[in-house]
C-alpha cells in the first residue's frame, strides 16, 4: 500500500482502530515507557494549565450571568448558569483547546522531527509499523485522560464561578452548592465526557497526522505543529456543534 495514501486522515483513522483491536486482542506493538511518558504529557503535566484557564472560564460565566440575573433579583441562578455551561459545554470544549495547543502540538513535533531525521523510515525497515508503534499509544493516552481532565475542569470551572457568585451575588456556598448538584444530571455530564473521548482522539491523530506528513526539513516541523493546531481546534469547534445538534434531537 502507498505510504502517503496510508496516511492520509481516513485511511490513518481506519489503520488506528484496527491497531487499537488488533492490540486488544494480541498484545501491543508499542513500548510500555513510551506510552507512559505520553500519559504523564497529557495528564499530571497539563493539569495546572487546565485548572487555571477553566477556573477563569468559570470565573467569566458567573460575571455575565451575575450582572444580567441581578437586574431581576434571581442572583441565585447563577450557579445553575455555571454548572450547566460548565459541564455540557465549557468544560470539555476549553480542555480540548488547551489539550490541542499542548499535546497535540507536541505529538506533531515530535513526529515531524522523527521524519526530518529519517527514524520513521528505520522504524520501517526494521518492521516496525508506525501506526502501531507510534499512533496508538497516542490515541490511547488522549482518550483515556481527557475525560480525566474534563473531570478536574468540571471542579476548577464551579470554583471560578462560586468565586464571583459569592463577590457579586452574595450567594452563600450551601445555597451555591445545592443549586448546583440541582442543576447538574447525568445527562449533561455524560455529554461532557462523550465529547471529550471523540476530542481526544482527534486532537491524536490530528497531531500524529500532520507529524508523519511533514516534509523533512526543519521548517516543516513548525508547519506540522501549526497545522496540527489548527486542524484540532476546528475540529474541536466543528464536533462540538455536531453534538449539539444531536443532543437536542435527542432531547438531552
Not at 497531531?207 to 486542524?231: D, E, I, K, N
Request: aromatic share 8%; net charge neutral.
Amino acid at each position: 500500500m502507498n505510504r502517503w495514501f496510508f496516511y492520509h486522515p481516513i485511511a490513518l483513522t481506519g489503520a488506528t482502530l484496527l491497531a487499537l483491536a488488533q492490540g486488544i486482542g494480541s498484545g501491543w506493538r508499542f513500548r510500555r515507557a513510551d506510552l507512559l511518558r505520553v500519559l504523564m504529557a497529557a495528564s499530571v503535566q497539563a493539569l495546572p494549565i487546565v485548572l487555571v484557564v477553566n477556573v477563569l472560564v468559570g470565573a467569566i460565566i458567573a460575571f455575565v450571568g451575575a450582572i444580567q440575573l441581578m437586574r431581576f433579583g434571581a442572583g441565585m441562578y447563577v450557579a445553575d448558569l455555571v454548572a450547566i455551561a460548565i459541564s455540557r459545554e465549557m468544560a470539555a470544549v476549553i480542555t480540548a483547546v488547551v489539550m490541542a495547543g499542548r499535546t497535540g502540538a507536541a505529538f506533531a513535533a515530535e513526529l515531524a522531527s522523527m521524519q526530518a531525521n529519517e527514524e520513521i523510515d528505520a522504524l520501517e525497515v526494521i518492521g516496525l509499523r508506525p501506526v502501531p508503534f507510534l499512533v496508538v499509544p497516542r490515541v490511547i493516552a488522549m482518550v483515556v485522560m481527557l475525560p480525566l481532565l474534563y473531570g478536574f475542569a468540571c471542579l476548577a470551572g464551579l470554583a471560578g464561578g462560586y468565586a464571583v457568585g459569592a463577590a457579586l451575588a452574595d450567594l452563600p456556598s450551601a445555597v451555591f452548592v445545592q443549586r448546583s448538584l440541582d442543576a447538574l444530571s447525568l445527562a449533561h455530564l455524560g455529554l461532557g465526557f462523550s465529547k471529550c473521548i471523540a476530542f481526544g482522539m482527534l486532537i491524536a491523530l490530528a497531531g500524529c497526522h500532520h507529524g508523519l506528513h511533514a516534509p523533512r526539513s526543519a521548517a516543516g516541523v513548525g508547519q506540522a505543529t501549526t497545522h496540527a493546531v489548527v486542524t484540532g481546534i476546528v475540529g474541536i469547534i466543528a464536533l462540538d456543534a455536531l453534538f449539539a445538534v444531536c443532543a437536542n434531537a435527542l432531547g438531552i
